[in-house]
């Protein structure tokens, strides 16, 4: 026995290997065949030498790969395949969609109100999920494809229905309880306390983090620790939550408390129950690494273990609260930080108290003006904005410093720290520039260090939908920015200003620009006959080509053409002018620049071979709509940037494109995660 015992890792080396594998888990390394990639290789080696070089024992290394192995197999096993044409279970149902799955086959169904869970249907005519990718915005495709989901179906028969009137017979139990909750007159309230649907955005939090589940469960071990011995009640909250499971769709919070919950009974000593559960979230849900469902519970646990006073433990976990806010939500809720164990055990208690509205309506509608205050009372504390990597990094890296070893003057640095997270933009030393995803449209936004000036060129309209309100005003407030100083209008196309009028009903807007007709003298520094027109700011921003040569009717020759300069890189905007513009430009004036925006979405109407090679930039930016119906970008223009080595980014397939720069480096970055740079001597 003694001899078996020495072969089983340390509890500090468990530890490690949870947090390796962990912060694996969150590297790229899921390809569409499953296959590891270099990167995540890379990382299980560096991983390796780590737990060799501090532990020196070569037993650690066989559980690394060990653990290794059990994730690839799982990650295997788990990855999705492409769909065929078949007979579907309905798995989930969510706000607008449901999600069918056959065997490792999952598929989003649109737009039927009626389906249930564990419904049969048939699929087929499936299409690849494609939507529009904008950097600190939520983005439907890629939380689908954290659960695997990467297709649609076009084509939907369902094979039964609840709508019989004569019973509910030959349906699941979790098919009653569905069709029971929704024909509640506070079904809202009930789809969010079983379901973590939420029909209010500003209450999402309480469904990302799996809320309601967590805090009745852990409602119910503080009403029944005074009565029942603790390992009992432990092993009664895990049939509690077995029987959930049958109750209720299995979602990544459900999954994590149970899986928690049992090592909870099985271990008592932290440092073994910690790593195990983390050990068998990963092994069990691969994809599930990054919900936060599991990194804030987790990390509050780990980063507060290490605290030694009870009041460091609780400042411990109020920052690691902050700090996901910030990361997962893109906002800082200042309430929150304190109160969020008290909100805890709030809606714990709303979920137990408010069983009975399912059967007494007046009963339910007191809860739900209740929610309705919790809402408004958050929304009274709340910072929005992404924060900028800068700021992020110094945040981690002073948390971690202060949880290694706690220092007075750490804590003081940290707070001040979080303190200034409203202002964190406003702080940034680097030159912004942002290709906004619009779909088959244009809108760039230029944002100087610490916000001196925010130019923003074009605003795309967008058919049904109101890109102003629900893309373009959300994008600014992400990156906490409070006015913009310079409109420009490119021309009159309806993919180029469709949006301008309600963006500026909506959003402070100093001054539009639409055509170098009719300025004043505030809006330019010079407008002399022949010469570029300057924009006030304080960096070069010129207008070129304010008189050319073009036919009258012709709208996308009279796009205003933009070239600016910072930290000693060169960008060029010429709207959708075409070759005639093009050609005219390279008899005034010298065009070299690092950074293209193709014209016209890259259409073959403009981006002549002479006028690239004039150019000669080392990147060309394409801002066009996923599989559109103008064939943009052209074949043609795109063999051209081949031949003439120039690389090129597309929103259609990497989402917005981020550039951003010190002097002699601008660094690219994509909302699908590429990285780049470009370095100038």
């Not at 890629?142 to 509910?168: F, M, R, V």
């Not at 804590?411 to 940034?428: H, K, R, T």
């Not at 002399?528 to 010129?542: C, D, K, M, N, V």
């Not at 005219?584 to 070299?592: A, H, I, K, P, S």
């Amino acid at each position: 026995m003694q001899r078996f015992k020495t072969l089983l890792p340390s509890k500090a080396s468990l530890i490690l290997m949870a947090l390796c594998l962990w912060l694996l888990a969150l590297l790229p390394a899921k390809e569409s065949s499953g296959s590891l990639s270099g990167i995540f290789l890379a990382g299980a080696c560096l991983g390796s030498a780590l737990l060799v070089w501090r532990f020196q024992n070569l037993n650690v290394l066989f559980w690394w790969v060990f653990c290794l192995a059990i994730f690839q197999s799982s990650l295997w096993l788990q990855q999705p395949q492409k769909p065929a044409s078949g007979i579907y279970t309905i798995v989930n149902v969510r706000n607008g969609y449901a999600v069918a799955q056959n065997g490792r086959q999952k598929a989003v169904v649109y737009e039927m109100e009626d389906l249930l869970l564990d419904q049969k249907v048939e699929l087929s005519g499936f299409e690849k999920i494609h939507t529009q990718h904008n950097e600190g915005l939520f983005c439907f495709q890629d939380y689908l494809q954290a659960s695997g989901i990467q297709y649609s179906a076009s084509q939907i028969n369902p094979l039964n229905t609840h709508k019989e009137k004569a019973g509910l017979n030959g349906f699941s139990l979790r098919q009653k309880i569905w069709i029971f909750v929704n024909s509640r007159s506070a079904a809202p309230l009930y789809r969010l306390l079983f379901y973590g649907l939420s029909e209010d955005e500003n209450l999402d939090w309480i469904s990302t983090t799996g809320l309601p589940l967590i805090a009745l469960v852990y409602g119910i071990r503080k009403q029944l620790s005074y009565r029942i011995e603790k390992k009992r009640l432990n092993w009664i909250l895990v049939g509690l939550q077995f029987g959930l499971l049958l109750f209720f769709p299995v979602r990544q919070a459900s999954l994590r408390l149970l899986i928690f919950q049992i090592c909870t009974a099985l271990f008592s000593d932290w440092d073994v129950r910690w790593p195990v559960s983390m050990l068998m979230f990963l092994w069990i849900s691969p994809f599930g690494a990054d919900s936060l469902s599991l990194v804030l519970p987790a990390g509050i646990s780990f980063f507060s273990h290490f605290a030694q006073a009870p009041w460091q433990k609780k400042v411990v976990g109020m920052l690691w609260i902050s700090f996901c806010q910030m990361i997962w939500l893109g906002e800082l809720n200042v309430l929150m930080l304190g109160m969020f164990m008290y909100l805890r055990s709030l809606v714990g208690w709303l979920f137990l108290l408010s069983i009975p509205g399912l059967w007494i309506a007046p009963y339910a509608e007191l809860f739900l003006h209740l929610l309705e205050d919790i809402r408004i009372s958050l929304d009274w504390w709340m910072v929005q904005g992404s924060p900028p990597l800068w700021y992020l990094v110094l945040i981690g890296g002073l948390f971690i410093l202060l949880v290694w070893k706690w220092d007075k003057k750490r804590f003081v640095f940290l707070l001040m720290a979080v303190c200034i997270y409203p202002w964190s933009w406003n702080l940034d030393p680097f030159f912004h520039v942002y290709q906004i995803d619009v779909g088959q449209g244009d809108a760039a936004l230029i944002v100087e260090p610490f916000q001196r000036s925010v130019v923003m060129i074009d605003a795309a309209g967008k058919m049904n939908t109101d890109n102003a309100t629900k893309l373009f005003i959300p994008f600014l407030q992400k990156h906490q920015i409070r006015k913009i100083d310079t409109l420009v209008v490119s021309h009159g196309d309806f993919d180029h200003d469709g949006s301008v009028e309600s963006l500026k009903q909506n959003f402070p807007v100093v001054q539009t620009l639409r055509s170098m007709d009719g300025l004043d003298p505030g809006q330019i520094e010079q407008n002399l006959p022949g010469q570029p027109a300057r924009l006030s700011t304080a960096y070069e921003f010129w207008l070129l080509l304010n008189e050319r040569v073009i036919d009258p009717e012709e709208e996308n020759d009279k796009s205003l053409i933009c070239l600016f300069q910072y930290d000693g890189f060169r960008y060029l905007y010429t709207g959708d002018a075409s070759v005639a513009v093009e050609k005219q430009l390279l008899e005034t004036n010298n065009l070299e620049a690092d950074v293209l925006k193709l014209g016209h979405h890259g259409s073959n109407t403009s981006s002549d071979p002479a006028f690239l090679k004039a150019v000669h930039p080392t990147l060309a930016l394409i801002s066009a709509g996923y599989q559109n119906r103008y064939g943009h970008p052209n074949v043609s223009v795109l063999e051209t940037l081949n031949e003439q080595g120039i690389d090129r980014l597309n929103t259609a397939d990497h989402g917005s494109l981020h550039l951003f720069s010190i002097p002699h480096l601008l660094v690219v970055s994509s909302a699908d995660g590429l990285l780049g740079w470009i370095w100038k001597t």
